[in-house]
């Protein structure tokens, strides 16, 4: 008589995350060679062990994972070109998910708290991703001669204040994007006259019953 043997639960438990995650960037449009999924997923479990000491973030559900930290980087992806930072990337989010999906990218990710830098070191180093820069700092001290054609950022502010603090490091010609969830009237209000709200994308999430956005904008251009 055979004896039918269910797979092990972790490997039951790798392949549900991979079927959510591509199922997802199915549902985004967005495709990716075998490898970036197996570098997604390593990103993932690199992030769930450290997580355990260092409290990188608050979602601890593996599945949840996918969903509000692999999938909501990946809605961006459209928009991101060339050279791309991250500000208050925390455990590398969107950075390093953007630099896994799309090689071509050179990515900053930069942070002021020391364990999260470190655990992006780590991860950079773990995944060989050839393509990110870690920087641990302060935004405002931050430095970069030649400037970046994206600078991104995950509710790293209000919408007045990130484009503040990076206009120093916007390269000409370059965009900000930034993910936010609900929007709030007064915040957009409250934008500089100096920035231009380019677009605002309503984004959605698969697997995920709320509300996020992309701002697009970029520094008003004075005719001569």
């Known amino acids: 008589m055979s004896v039918h043997r269910s797979a092990p639960a972790s490997a039951t438990g790798a392949h549900a995350l991979r079927a959510r ?3 997802g960037c199915a549902k985004l449009g967005i495709a990716l060679p075998a490898a970036a999924f197996d570098r997604l997923l390593a990103y993932l479990a690199e992030l ?42 925390g455990a590398g989010l969107p950075g390093l998910v953007l630099a896994i999906a799309a090689p071509t990218l050179q990515v900053t990710v930069l942070d002021s708290n020391g364990k999260k830098a470190r655990f992006m070191r780590h991860a950079v180093r773990t995944l060989g991703l050839a393509n990110v820069a870690v920087v641990e700092g302060r935004v405002e001290e931050f430095a970069a001669p030649d400037g970046f054609d994206c600078i991104v950022s995950r509710a790293f502010s209000a ?24 929007l709030d009237a007064g915040e957009l209000a409250a934008v500089s006259a100096g920035v231009v709200i ?5 984004l959605t999430v698969p697997g995920l019953a709320e509300e996020r956005h992309a701002v697009v904008a970029a520094p008003l251009q004075i005719e001569p």
């Open 159 to 182: 919408l007045d204040d990130f484009f503040r603090l990076t206009r120093h490091l916007l390269a000409p010609g370059g965009q900000w994007i930034a993910m936010k969830g609900k």
């Open 48 to 89: 769930q062990k450290w997580n355990a000491a260092y409290n990188l973030t608050a979602v601890r559900d593996p599945a949840d994972m996918v969903t509000r930290h692999l999938l909501d980087s990946l809605t961006v992806l459209p928009w991101i070109h060339g050279r791309v930072l991250d500000v208050g990337a």
């Open 198 to 202: 380019q677009h605002v994308h309503r």
């Open 21 to 23: 995650l591509e199922t």
